[in-house]
């Protein structure tokens, strides 16, 4: 299988979820920005209808729909840990969905995994660790500690439904072809996004659904960004399966998010050089999972 590209994939992440961060720092609803980097992952996916073929199969069809419902609520866990921590906190913790595909692959899939699959599993799963330590835990204090630990437990879920996303693509993908399934999933995942957006409805000053100006750049060049790299991601593990091995490469995301947090700004990792170092140590030990699950193949 072609790891370049959830490598890619990955590097693609970090970088739409600082925009996306920063748009929310400057004024942007997290609910908003979730709704438009929805928008945009059904956008990039919508024309793989004209270049791969389509099977019409009712497996198939459902498998799209459970695959779009547990993006969605994947999207909404990973949007709010992302508006209550660190770039640098919130997407390492996601790299625990390492962990659930490889469950989830030898639960509902049956497939054996390898020794070095297992162990770079494994080994993903103590780098996240290190990557989640944070300012409010590392000097204890307590105000803190509550929002990095609620950013972690909202990474930890977003995590859980992204796993299942992925091992329902792998199950059901290549039934209803790549180019049915995948817009199919997508077209869930925006016709469930504005659920999102009605809280704001009946607010006062309809909160959460202006984008202020100021934030316009990195909400929205987040959103394409992501968008495109999510489409790739599925599209991948659609085509070729592996989603375990595809997930520890893509948990990368860990390593890029610190260092673009630390050379560009806008969290800890930036300012207590402390952080930096132990994340920095975590994403080592990223690598070295990645190392082995390539190996391994």
Not at 154 to 165: E, I, K, N, P
Not at 181 to 210: D, E, H, N, V, Y
Not at 213 to 226: D, E, F, K, W
Not at 234 to 262: C, D, K, P, Q, S
């Amino acid at each position: 299988m072609p790891l370049a590209l959830p490598l890619i994939a990955s590097f693609l992440y970090a970088l739409g979820s600082w925009g996306m961060k920063q748009g929310m720092h400057r004024g942007a609803h997290p609910r908003l920005v979730n709704a438009i980097s929805n928008l945009a992952m059904a956008g990039w996916s919508a024309p793989l209808l004209f270049f791969f073929p389509g099977n019409p199969n009712t497996q198939g069809f459902l498998g799209a729909f459970l695959a779009g419902a547990a993006l969605f609520a994947g999207r909404a866990c990973a949007i709010r840990a992302l508006a209550k921590g660190d770039l640098s906190l919130a997407t390492p913790v996601l790299g625990m969905k390492t962990i659930f595909v490889a469950l989830l692959t030898v639960v509902f899939l049956g497939d054996p995994l390898s020794p070095g699959l297992m162990a770079g599993a494994a080994l993903s799963s103590l780098a996240v660790t290190l990557l989640s330590l944070s300012p409010g835990i590392l000097h204890g204090k307590r105000e803190g500690a509550a929002l990095d630990r609620a950013a972690a437990g909202w990474a930890l879920l977003g995590a859980f439904f992204f796993g299942v996303t992925d091992i329902t693509v792998q199950r059901f993908a290549k039934m209803l072809g790549v180019g049915w399934f995948q817009p199919l999933m997508f077209a869930t995942l925006a016709l469930l996004t504005p659920w999102l957006l009605i809280p704001g409805f009946f607010s006062q000053k309809r909160m959460g659904l202006q984008l202020p100006a100021s934030s316009r750049a990195g909400a929205l060049g987040g959103s394409v960004v992501i968008g495109f790299q999510t489409s790739l991601l599925i599209l991948v593990i659609g085509l070729f399966g592996h989603a375990t091995a595809t997930n520890v490469v893509y948990a990368t995301r860990g390593l890029w998010a610190i260092l673009m947090e630390g050379a560009l700004g806008g969290g800890s990792a930036y300012h207590d050089k402390r952080v930096l170092a132990v994340r920095l140590a975590g994403a080592t030990l990223l690598l070295a999972s990645v190392a082995l699950a390539v190996g391994s193949l």
